[in-house]
C-alpha cells in the first residue's frame, strides 16, 4: 500500500516506538503513582523521564505542565473548557478542525461568546482580523499551527504576540505541526499548546499531550483516582495530578517518548526538508494536469505536508475509492472533519482528495500516486 495519510496518523511507527511499547508492557505495565513496589515505581520513573522528553522538545520548562492525554481532541477540550466560563468570549478560525469548533460551539448554551474569523480562499489568516476581532471580554485565541485541509501554515508567534500584549490567552493546535516544525512555547507566546502523539511526533494512537502554562489554572474535565491525596474527595490541584485522573496509557506514552527521540535522532530540520520536498514535486506535478483543481497555498514552504485537490467535477469519495481499489493508495476524502476550511475553500458540496505525506514517504511513492492520478485522469 501507498500511505498519503500520514495527515490522519503516521504510519508505520519507527522500530523503536514498538520495541519501547513491548518493552513497556513486558518490563514495567503497573500502574504507575499508586503501589511502592519497584515495577509501579519503575512505571512512574519511565513516564516522567517521557514527560521531561516531551517537555523538552517544546522548550516547556516545567514537565509538570504538560499533560498527558488521549489525543489532541481531549487536549483541545481540557483547554478550552477548562478555561471559558459564561460571560466569557473566544476567537477562533474558519480553518479550525470540529476538534476546536465543536467545544466552543458547546459552550455557547453555557453563555460563551465567540467569533470565527473567516480565512482567506488559500486557507491564510488575515492578521489584521485578529486585532479587529478582540473584545473587552476576550479570554482566549485557539488558533491551528496548519491546517490539516489546505496545510497552510499559521502566523502562530504573531498572534501569540498579540494575545500576549492584550492580556488574552493563546491555546494552539498543533495537530498537524508538532514534531515537524520548531514550536517554542516561550518564543511563541503559547500559553496552551494541544498537540496528538500519533501524528508527526510518531507515537502510537492513544497519546496526546496539553501543556498549561505556569499559574494558569484550568477547570477539570474528569476527576477521580491520582494516587495522591487519596483521603480527599475534591481533586488535588497538584500538576500533573489534577489533570490526569485514572490509569495513564503508560506503553502509549513511551511509544511517545520514542517518537521524539527517533525525530531527534534524524534531525527534525532533516524530517522537515524531506517533506517539503515531496509536496513542492507534488505541487510541480499536479499543478500541470488541466483536470485537476489544487487547493491551499500551492508552496511548500507555506503548507506543512497536505494537499488537497479534487477532479474536476468528480465526487472526492469516489477517486479514493478509485485510489485505493484499483491502486492500493490510502488518501483522505471528504470533509476532514473541517467543514468551516471547506466552506472557505469553496468544497463543501464536493469534498476534497487530502494526500498527506510523512517520514516515511520517498519520493518514488509519491512519483507513483502522481502517475495514479494521470491513469485516472486519461480515463475519465
Ligand atoms: C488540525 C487538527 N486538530 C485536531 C485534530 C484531532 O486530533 P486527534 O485525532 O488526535 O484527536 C486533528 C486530527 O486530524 C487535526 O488535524
Known sequence: MLYFDHGATSYPKPKNVIAGMIRALEDFCANPGRAGHQSALQASREIYDAREVVAGFFNIKDPKQ???????????????????????????????????????????KEGVENTIIQCNKDGS???????????????????????????????????????????????VDAAQTAGLYPIDVEKMYIDL???PGHKSLLGPQGSGFLYIKEG????????????????????????????ESGTPNTP??????????????????????????LVKYFLQEV??????????????????????????????SEIAYILDSVFNIAVRPGLHCAPLAHKTIGTLEQGAVRFSFGYST??????????????????L
Open 66 to 108: 504538560l499533560i498527558f492525554t488521549l489525543n489532541c481532541t481531549e487536549a483541545l477540550n481540557l483547554g478550552i473548557k477548562g478555561v471559558l466560563k459564561s460571560g466569557d468570549h473566544v476567537i477562533t478560525t474558519s480553518m479550525e478542525h470540529n476538534s476546536v469548533l465543536r467545544p466552543i460551539k458547546a459552550l455557547e
Open 216 to 243: 494558569l489554572y484550568l477547570k477539570t474535565l474528569k476527576e477521580g483516582g491520582t494516587g495522591s491525596k487519596s483521603q480527599d474527595f475534591v481533586q488535588p490541584d497538584i500538576l500533573p495530578d489534577r489533570y
Open 125 to 171: 489568516l488575515p492578521l489584521e482580523k485578529v486585532d479587529q476581532s478582540i473584545q473587552e471580554n476576550t479570554r482566549l485565541i485557539v488558533l491551528t499551527h496548519s491546517s490539516n485541509l489546505t496545510g497552510t501554515l499559521m502566523p502562530i508567534a504573531e498572534v501569540g504576540k498579540i494575545a500576549r500584549e492584550r492580556g488574552i490567552l493563546f491555546l
Open 193 to 195: 499548546l494541544a498537540a
Open 287 to 316: 499543478s500541470k494536469l488541466d483536470y485537476i483543481e489544487v487547493y491551499g497555498p500551492k508552496d511548500c514552504k507555506k503548507q506543512s505536508p497536505v494537499v488537497a485537490l479534487n477532479f474536476r467535477g468528480m465526487d472526492s
Open 362 to 379: 520517498t519520493m518514488e511513492e509519491v512519483a507513483k500516486g502522481i502517475e495514479a492520478i494521470k491513469t485516472i485522469g486519461s480515463e
Open 252 to 277: 502509549g506514552i513511551i511509544g511517545l517518548k520514542e517518537g521524539i527521540q527517533y525525530i531527534q535522532q534524524q534531525g527534525r530540520e532533516n524530517l522537515l526538508r524531506h517533506e517539503e520536498s
